[in-house]
């Protein structure tokens, strides 16, 4: 097996772990929390998947940047939420309801949000490829659905022992992932750095302020559920939008992935005033 097989087999094998993790500690009836609650799960998902879009497809108009770069910057706005994006959550106060709600419609929504923002990319940039919708919905069957379910089935049958599961499962999915993501980021580290001048790092944080005043704003009246939204409206799959983009651009995946992973960088930075002033709030509350 090549060694950029393995590095793919760790990532994956790294997010299924952490969503099993995520799907041991939740119930069944967590996943019908914003359904429950139609005006907060409409707000949510207007803010992922209409107004963040929507406001990536205007910067990246008004700023001359790169095809295949501009395309990652729109994949990751139609991209559903990661799975490890569930710890910061809790971080800032979220119920495990609410985050998992959000992560099982955020997912079906992406799957929604897609066709219609390759057509307007395609209107818009003249940005077109060939795109295989069943595609992104195997991957996020994979990594996402499937580990969900089984996770939850695991907490439920074994519910004795639903802290253990969660613990190991997302222990060993943290490990794989970060050992995945150090080769990835060597072998794009240079694509990286190209990136940072000609506005394209300026273009991304001013994406990531927008998502996090989106989300906050549109959270709803509990603290935590406000703080959730808006990490999750910054926070985007990188799988999906690598696959997304690179289905479009397929002789730019190095460009792709340095600019995706270019991104996630710049949201872990990003956040983490939020985080901490969202968590001073929750300890206030």
Known sequence: ???????????????????????????PEDTLALIRNPVLGARAMLAMFVLVPMFVLFITW??????????????????????IIANKEKKVGADGDYSTGLQVLGTIFSIIAVPFMLMAAEAIFGVSGGFDPFAMSKLLIITVGAPLAIGMALGHFFAGKRDAIAFWSGRIGTIALAIGVVPLLLATWQSMMALIGGGVLLVIMAIIAFALF???????????????????????????????????????????????????????????????WRQKVALQS
């Open 1 to 27: 097996m090549d060694p950029a097989a393995i590095v793919k087999l760790l990532l994956i094998g790294g997010i299924v772990g952490i969503v099993i993790s995520i799907g041991a500690r939740s119930r």
């Open 214 to 276: 989106v989300g906050h704003w549109l959270g709803g009246p509990d603290a935590g559920s406000r703080g959730a939204l808006a990490v999750a409206s910054a926070a985007r799959h990188p799988g999906v939008a690598i696959s997304l983009a690179v289905g479009v651009f397929p002789a730019f995946s190095e460009q792709i992935t340095g600019a995706v992973l270019l991104f996630l960088l710049a949201n872990v930075l990003l956040t983490i005033p939020y985080v901490k």
């Open 62 to 83: 008004a700023v001359d940047l790169e095809r295949p770069v501009r395309t990652a910057l729109l994949a990751l706005s139609v991209s559903p939420m990661p799975p």
